[in-house]
């Protein structure tokens, strides 16, 4: 079983649609948890941030975090085909800063106009 | 703010080759990863390095693949021999030492062996 588990998609929606995108985790002791998103042929980008369990907002995206049933999820409300992309959940035991980081394997989000 | 600087973008080379890969990170990031990234997959950490000391390298194939970063600024990956298995994209990225900001990744070096 692999530490962090995400579905690969693809995940087609309209535009405007809001969008929810999960990842688990078996390792408990995981307390930052980011998302990165990712264009093709460029390297992931850090959307969003949060520590420990809770909802944390910006913008358009929300992140979700639920540590007791080792859950993480990222919402994206009024998509935008510039959202396409592929979305990589990332967690890490300590402080991100110096750390490494374990990886899920991405979904891949298409937005049609 | 420049970002994290990787040489060359695409590599093809025949399986048993060597290869290197270069990056220069974010200016005062003290921090540098390689990370390797297979189609379809999440990026997986090879090496990590804090300024010029190698701070984890536990899955890095150290039969075939070694890296430096020599100053603690720029880094080099080198893969001898290349094997098939190791077509995949190549990431850096860095952070600073301190501070939930998160990694800075460069574009990538996408390698193919045949």
């Known amino acids: 079983q692999k530490e962090v588990e995400q579905d690969p998609g693809p995940l087609s929606v309209p535009e405007g649609a809001i969008v929810s995108l999960n990842c688990t985790y078996s390792?408990?002791?995981?307390?930052?948890f980011m998302w990165y998103r990712q264009y093709s042929r460029k390297g992931p980008e850090l959307l969003m941030y949060t520590y420990s369990s809770g909802n944390k907002e910006d913008g358009r995206f929300t992140a979700q975090v639920d540590k007791s049933s080792k859950y993480i999820s990222l919402f994206i409300r009024d998509s935008q085909p510039s959202d396409s992309a592929t979305y990589l959940c990332?967690?890490?035991?300590?402080?991100?800063?110096?750390?490494?980081?374990?990886f899920g394997g991405g979904t891949r989000l298409m937005v049609k106009p | 703010e420049a970002g994290v600087a990787q040489s060359p973008r695409y590599k093809i080379i025949e399986k048993r080759q060597s290869v290197a890969f270069w990056c220069n990170p974010i200016?005062?990031?003290?921090?540098l990863y390689w990370y390797q990234q297979i189609l379809g997959q999440g990026p997986k950490l090879l090496i990590q390095?804090?300024?010029?000391?190698?701070?984890?390298d536990s899955q890095l194939p150290k039969d075939r693949f070694s890296a430096e970063r020599l100053k603690g600024v720029d880094s080099t990956l080198k893969i001898q021999p290349a094997k098939l298995e190791d077509s995949a994209v190549y990431l850096c990225?860095?952070?600073?030492?301190?501070?939930?900001?998160?990694?800075?990744f460069g574009s990538g070096t996408r390698l193919t062996v045949v």
């Open positions: 990225a860095s952070s600073l030492l301190t501070g939930n900001y998160g990694y800075t």
């Open positions: 990332a967690m890490s035991a300590y402080d991100n800063a110096g750390n490494m980081l374990t």
């Open positions: 390792n408990s002791a995981f307390q930052y």
């Open positions: 390095f804090q300024n010029n000391g190698v701070v984890d």
């Open positions: 200016s005062g990031h003290a921090t």
